[in-house]
């Protein structure tokens, strides 16, 4: 009998539960409706809106969903805006979770036009992205005109302004030492094959990284802003766990280095690394071993002067 009430509790919990998150996809999903709206630029919604959860996604954007998935992407709206005489302009509002993975899945390109949507933006063929709150969007035209970036610049906009609340850049980048930083080239991420993508490290994982580890990897001009050197700074959930990355890296990828922990590699150039609690500090590419150990040096005092 006990055994019987047992279960039947669980059942009910495991009920109340889908119950609960079907209620808060139900809200998201009306939020989004509502940060789209039905008329924007001239432009009218088509009425055939798509919408796609983390297990639907792949139907829509096939081997790339990976990639969002990776940063804790929740829902994806998709609406088709269509005007007479002009090409349609899709939007693709994605409900990231949180301001740092919408931040997160926008630094992951970043190579074109600043052109000041939401609360960071790039604009290149025909493509604006964008991030604002929790939310990353991407508006593009199916097909390019004259007037292709005024409408897109403008739809772009509109969204942007529905969004009300702005959210928080991911906390290890306050910890970035800021001479030489080139802020576009910030790449902030969770799992290892996005590392690999802007620096690629290693076949296996070697550092250790999981979707509770964050990680950024930002881009230093220090000599005559011409040659790049490179700053990975990561966080794991706890001390132990940064200590077993940090000797796997150090196994795999320096093992012949001293107790200083910085190495001369192939290229002539220098790779420092070291850990402070639960972080770890790399830095490749330093074109010398001062450089390195300088870069090193400033992000640990910047993190030592974090609040505790």
């Known amino acids: 009998m006990r055994r019987l009430l047992f279960l039947i509790l669980v059942m009910a919990m495991a009920i109340n539960g889908g119950l609960a998150i079907a209620t808060d996809q139900q809200g998201a999903k009306r939020e989004m409706k509502r940060l789209l709206p039905v008329e924007m630029e001239g432009y009218k919604s088509d009425g055939k809106d ?14 790339a969903a990976e990639l969002y998935r990776s940063y804790g ?29 919408a931040f997160g899945i926008f630094s992951y390109e970043t190579g074109e036009e600043e052109v000041g949507v ?23 035209a199916e097909r390019e005109t004259a007037s292709t970036k005024k409408d897109i610049l403008g739809i772009g906009h509109a969204i942007a302004k529905n969004i009300k609340k702005e959210g928080k850049k991911p906390e290890l980048l306050q910890f970035l ?9 910030l790449r902030y991420f969770h799992l290892h094959p996005v590392l690999n993508h802007h620096y690629f490290i290693s076949h296996q994982n070697i550092l250790h990284l999981g979707e509770e580890t964050n990680g950024v990897l930002a881009t230093y001009l220090l000599r005559q802003k011409k ?51 639960q972080y770890i500090l790399v830095v490749f590419d330093a074109p010398s071993q001062e450089k390195a150990k300088a870069l090193i040096e400033a992000t640990r005092n910047n993190l030592r002067r974090r609040p505790l």
């Open 227 to 277: 040659e790049k050197t490179f700053l990975l700074l990561v966080r794991y959930p706890a001390k132990g766990l940064a200590e077993d990355a940090f000797h796997s890296f150090l196994k795999a990828y320096m093992p012949e280095a001293s107790l200083s922990r910085t190495i001369k590699t192939e290229n002539g150039k220098w790779t420092s690394a070291q850990i402070l609690e």
């Open 50 to 63: 798509q919408l796609y959860d983390r297990q639907t996604t792949f139907r829509y954007m096939d081997g």
């Open 118 to 140: 939401g609360q960071g933006s790039d604009y290149g063929g025909g493509l604006l992205r964008f991030w604002k709150g929790n939310y990353f969007v991407n508006v593009f």
């Open 177 to 185: 030492p800021g001479e030489g930083l080139s802020e576009r080239s």
């Open 73 to 101: 992407f929740k829902l994806l709206m998709v609406r088709r805006y269509i005007k007479a005489d002009h090409p349609s302009i899709v939007v693709e509002l994605f409900d990231m979770g949180s301001s740092e993975d």
